[in-house]
């Protein structure tokens, strides 16, 4: 998954983007507003850390820009300790969470991924696909009860495929959500880590999850 962080103090943000991505997440930085508005309207991001105060355009109005254009991309906002009327001005203007400085990594984690999981509508933890079971705080895998033991990017692309489960993921979702834009991506990567997913899934059983469809992608879903 994808998430686009908007925060002027470079040493914090680079902490935040530095555990975002040890948890397989692809980051994008933005030190302003404005240039956190942009980004957000142009990058596929999946959620959007968003501190309030920032240079040239602050939190509130990136958030009332973007609300207003139509984007549904669930949002968090960094508030100032005791900026109650903030958070109060952030939940009206669309936000879909707050969390306020100082604050503990894993919080902000559990956070995005219950923000994550609302947008797709998977309320729980784990994610079921018939008997496999993805537990996205642990990032454990398992099929039938069994554990399964995946690459920290095999782990990124099943979590992917499960928050969208049931529809056609393209190669190109692929590389945008899954891997960092520093990698010279070839879409016949992907191909290769499905295939490796498909062996730690699939191979054993005789329900295939994990199918293609041709000319557009692929889907995980039971049947
Ligand atoms: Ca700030």
Redesign the pocket.
Same mark, same amino acid.
């Given at each position: 998954m994808r998430i686009l962080l908007v $925060? &002027? $103090?470079k040493d914090l943000a680079a902490i935040i983007k530095q555990g975002f991505t040890e948890q397989g997440y692809v980051v994008d930085v933005a030190h302003d507003g404005e240039e956190g508005l942009y980004m957000a309207e142009n990058f596929p991001v999946d959620a959007i850390v968003l &501190?309030?105060? @920032?240079?040239v355009m602050d939190g509130l109005e990136v958030l009332k820009r973007l609300r207003k254009k139509g984007s549904t991309t669930p949002v968090i906002l @960094?508030t100032a300790r005791d900026a109650l009327l903030d958070k109060i001005k952030g939940l009206d203007t669309g936000a879909d969470d707050y969390l306020t400085k100082p604050f503990i990594f894993d919080e902000l984690l559990a956070r995005i991924r219950s923000l994550l999981r609302r947008k797709t509508e998977v309320k729980q933890a784990v994610i079921r696909i018939g008997d496999v079971e993805i537990n996205t705080a642990s990032h454990e895998v398992s099929r039938g009860g069994k554990p399964v033991t995946l690459s920290a990017r095999e782990y990124a692309l099943l979590e992917y495929m499960a928050y969208r489960k049931g529809e056609v993921v393209s190669r190109t979702d692929i590389v945008e959500h899954i891997y960092h834009e520093e990698t010279d991506m070839d879409s016949n990567v992907v191909d290769v880590y499905i295939n490796y997913l498909r062996k730690k899934i699939d191979r054993d059983f005789k329900k295939k999850l994990i199918h293609t469809v041709r000319g557009a992608g692929y889907m995980l879903k039971e049947e």
């Open positions: $925060e &002027d $103090e &501190d309030i105060m @920032l240079p @960094l």
